[in-house]
């Protein structure tokens, strides 16, 4: 079968390799789809540890081909989409509830062979069942969908709070729209792009803004701002320098800043911890899909979050390392790649 491998950091290829075979408790999957994400990036480039040679591609989603021994809840022709964060089980973290920081933590995907691939095997215990009339390029959305679940959990989001969504790409624009269900009532996502502001404002947003015009926090936080005094939560969803540093200043007193989007491994900005102190920010990090991908898929399934929208093009695999090597393209949100290239 053929697969993307990352064989050393910035050395990515198509390659053909052995078709993989389900070892006890483990689905072998066909892959229907499977997203880039910014991950994948910054995994090439050394910015995120990862264990090459692997095979790329966290997002997948797909239908069972065949099942290993001793799995009893799917079978195969049913459709699934793959959470790749592995726990042991065992560590502290993991015994505390806290599996996304288990100390053992595997991802499929960036330690183990994932989507970027004709197949992919995975633990049964990371899967879940997908309805069969599905779009099958919606499932590849869980995964992300599973994240921004946790960031916004976090956030403490109650019904009339106010919103600022720091970001326009995928994440930013799930999170919208999770905002919007969870009860919030002024939802305000800032970017740069205007397809995407336009976007935005049709998935929810009741305001959008450009940072690209003058002193973002003022026009937001002054007292003829877009949101006076800033907003009850602001999730940071672009991992980028400039975000991440105005995320804590752009919520109101007592707000809470959540950060979603992430930067390069040893990437650093400046804070003001006196700010922050006297304002009270709570400032969350959010890392990864603890317990959530299940919510996801039922999000999905329900088409409660719409996705079709985000998909900005579907590739093969062959066009798939171009892709991931370079930036990405003005305002694509995500590309999926489809290896039978439908």
């Given at each position: ?41 910054h995994i090439f480039h050394g910015e995120f540890p990862s264990k090459p040679p692997v095979t790329l591609g966290h997002e997948f989603a797909g239908i069972v081909e065949t099942v290993g021994p ?273």
């Amino acid at each position: 079968m053929k697969a993307v491998r990352l064989e050393a950091t910035g050395k990515l290829q198509l390659s053909e390799v052995e078709k993989p075979a389900p070892g006890p408790g483990e689905l072998l999957v066909r892959i229907e789809a499977c997203g880039i994400c910014g991950t994948d990036r910054h995994i090439f480039h050394g910015e995120f540890p990862s264990k090459p040679p692997v095979t790329l591609g966290h997002e997948f989603a797909g239908i069972v081909e065949t099942v290993g021994p001793g799995v009893t809840n799917f079978r195969p022709g049913m459709r699934v989409t793959g959470d790749p964060n592995i726990s042991c089980g065992g560590c502290e973290e993991c015994r505390r509830g806290r599996v996304n920081l288990c100390r053992k933590l595997q991802a499929i995907g960036i330690h183990r062979d994932g989507g970027f691939a004709d197949y992919v095997c995975m633990p049964q215990s990371q899967a879940f069942a997908l309805p069969s009339d599905l779009d099958p390029l919606h499932g590849a959305f869980c995964e992300p969908l599973a994240c921004c679940i946790h960031g916004v959990d976090l956030g403490g989001l109650q019904t009339g709070s106010s919103v600022i969504v720091l970001g326009g790409g995928v994440i930013g624009l799930l999170t919208l729209q999770l905002a919007r269900f969870a009860g919030a009532t002024r939802v305000l996502l800032v970017t740069r792009s205007s397809e995407k502001r336009r976007l935005a404002e049709s998935l929810g947003a009741t305001a959008t803004a450009d940072p690209g015009g003058g002193d973002i926090i003022a026009r937001i936080t002054a007292d003829n701002g877009l949101l006076p005094g800033g907003a009850d939560v602001v999730f940071e969803c672009a991992g980028v320098a400039e975000t991440m540093q105005q995320a804590p200043r752009l919520a109101r007193r007592g707000g809470t800043a959540v950060i979603l989007g992430v930067m390069a491994q040893g990437a650093k900005i400046e804070i003001e911890p006196f700010d922050l102190l006297f304002r009270e920010i709570r400032l969350i990090t959010s890392f990864v899909n603890p317990f959530t991908h299940g919510r996801a898929a039922d999000l999905i399934a329900s088409g409660e979050i719409r996705v079709e929208p985000l998909i900005s093009r579907r590739i093969g695999l062959a066009e798939a390392p171009e892709a991931i090597v370079n930036p990405a393209r003005s305002g694509e949100i995500r590309v999926l790649v489809v290896p039978d290239g439908k």
